[in-house]
């Protein structure tokens, strides 16, 4: 309005400039109210994986056929924002969508995720052909296997510990779902994973090759809610890492389940530099169940390799970044959102 000659002394002229700009300050309410809520509906979208209609989620357990699997209840799954219903499938057969040679090792554990799409019932994979961990949360951590078909949404878990033989899933010999045995745990995914009060604090201990970590809040994805207690002294896992050679950077996700166990999960060894650590990261299928507790970044400038559990991580040459897990950012409806207009 700037040049413009405004007559405020008369009446009409007066309330007439300042209706036109009441009317102004409304429109651009109006449009901030749109963008609020045009904002809110994309962070919905990028939050919601898997809605249920019922609150069991999919009712995923052994079938008749006790070396197959079965869900029981229709669900309702978000995929880039757009909605689907996936059928319940009472017989999904392990052998023929799995194939041969997925096995797990004796007295250890192995996982079979369950995916629904709009187009079909429901799709199985596993991390690799025989991936075998030595304990549940390894087992549940271990990077996500590729989605089978565009579209595909985790819908449940199966984690399976061996016993005193080799398990090979889908195989009656050895492949039976014993529901009354502890070695069979199913999980029903209801949404992603989120922190809802971030951890206290995440550093090294000096002079250590460990870690501590702070108090938390969070839920799974199978809709437990989380108080986690943080722990001192917590040590990569052995026999599950690989050496960082001297100017490589490695990267870890520190995981959480619900029996207040953790472990941290290496990503990559050989990144060029953090950023390229992050980028790998961030580019991760998220697991759909864990909470991701936070990110460690270790810059190797030492001149030797660094191997996680032993090599200290404040020696000299090491820079060890460590990144809280954000808090989910609050969520509003778009009928929640409301202006405060002024009265033209």
């Given at each position: 309005m700037s040049?413009?000659n405004?007559i405020?002394t008369?009446?009409?002229g007066?309330?007439s400039?300042?209706?036109a700009i009441?009317?102004?300050?409304?429109?651009?309410i109006?449009?901030l109210?749109?963008?609020?809520?045009?904002?809110a509906?994309?962070?919905l979208?990028?939050?919601?994986?898997?809605?249920?209609v019922a609150?069991?989620?999919?009712?995923?357990?052994a079938?008749?056929?006790?070396?197959?699997l079965q869900?029981t209840t229709?669900?309702?799954?978000s995929?880039?924002?757009?909605?689907?219903?996936?059928?319940?499938?009472v017989?999904a057969?392990?052998a023929?969508?799995?194939?041969?040679g997925?096995?797990i090792g004796?007295?250890?554990?192995?996982?079979?995720?369950?995916?629904?799409?709009?187009?079909?019932n429901?799709a199985?994979?596993?991390?690799?052909?025989?991936?075998?961990?030595?304990?549940?949360?390894?087992?549940?951590?271990?990077?996500?296997?590729?989605?089978?078909?565009?579209g595909?949404?985790?819908?449940?878990?199966?984690m399976i510990?061996?016993?005193a033989?080799?398990w090979e899933?889908?195989?009656?010999s050895n492949?039976r779902?014993?529901?009354d045995?502890?070695t069979?745990t199913?999980?029903?995914l209801?949404?992603?994973?989120?922190?809802?009060?971030?951890?206290a604090s995440?550093?090294?201990?000096?002079g250590?090759?460990?870690?501590?970590?702070?108090?938390a809040?969070a839920?799974l994805?199978?809709?437990?809610?989380?108080?986690?207690?943080?722990?001192?002294?917590v040590?990569f896992p052995a026999?599950?890492?690989?050496?960082?050679?001297?100017?490589?950077v490695?990267?870890f996700?520190l995981?959480?389940?619900?029996?207040d166990?953790?472990?941290?999960v290496q990503?990559?060894?050989?990144?060029?530099s953090?950023?390229a650590a992050?980028?790998?990261?961030d580019?991760?299928?998220?697991?759909?169940l864990?909470?991701?507790?936070?990110?460690?970044?270790i810059?190797?400038?030492?001149?030797?390799?660094?191997?996680p559990?032993?090599?200290?991580?404040?020696v000299?040459?090491?820079t060890?970044?460590f990144e809280?897990?954000?808090v989910?950012?609050?969520?509003l409806a778009?009928t929640?959102?409301?202006?405060?207009?002024?009265?033209?």
């Amino acid at each position: 309005m700037s040049g413009v000659n405004r007559i405020v002394t008369k009446e009409h002229g007066f309330k007439s400039e300042t209706r036109a700009i009441k009317e102004e300050f409304n429109k651009l309410i109006a449009d901030l109210e749109r963008m609020r809520a045009y904002v809110a509906d994309r962070e919905l979208d990028s939050v919601v994986n898997v809605e249920f209609v019922a609150s069991a989620g999919c009712g995923l357990a052994a079938h008749a056929t006790p070396e197959d699997l079965q869900t029981t209840t229709v669900v309702v799954a978000s995929y880039k924002g757009e909605h689907f219903s996936v059928a319940a499938d009472v017989a999904a057969v392990v052998a023929t969508i799995l194939g041969t040679g997925n096995t797990i090792g004796v007295s250890q554990f192995g996982c079979i995720w369950v995916f629904g799409n709009k187009t079909a019932n429901i799709a199985l994979a596993v991390p690799s052909a025989a991936e075998t961990e030595l304990t549940d949360i390894a087992a549940l951590a271990q990077l996500m296997p590729t989605v089978p078909t565009e579209g595909d949404v985790p819908v449940a878990c199966l984690m399976i510990e061996a016993d005193a033989s080799e398990w090979e899933w889908g195989h009656a010999s050895n492949g039976r779902i014993a529901t009354d045995s502890a070695t069979a745990t199913f999980y029903d995914l209801l949404n992603r994973p989120y922190i809802t009060s971030a951890m206290a604090s995440f550093a090294l201990d000096t002079g250590a090759a460990t870690f501590t970590y702070g108090a938390a809040v969070a839920v799974l994805g199978d809709g437990t809610a989380l108080a986690i207690t943080g722990k001192a002294t917590v040590a990569f896992p052995a026999g599950e890492v690989t050496a960082i050679v001297s100017n490589k950077v490695g990267a870890f996700i520190l995981y959480a389940l619900a029996n207040d166990d953790e472990i941290p999960v290496q990503i990559g060894a050989a990144y060029a530099s953090i950023q390229a650590a992050r980028l790998a990261v961030d580019n991760l299928n998220p697991n759909p169940l864990l909470v991701e507790l936070g990110r460690i970044y270790i810059e190797n400038g030492s001149g030797a390799d660094f191997t996680p559990g032993t090599t200290l991580l404040d020696v000299a040459g090491v820079t060890v970044t460590f990144e809280t897990a954000p808090v989910r950012a609050g969520l509003l409806a778009p009928t929640d959102l409301t202006a405060a207009t002024v009265n033209a």
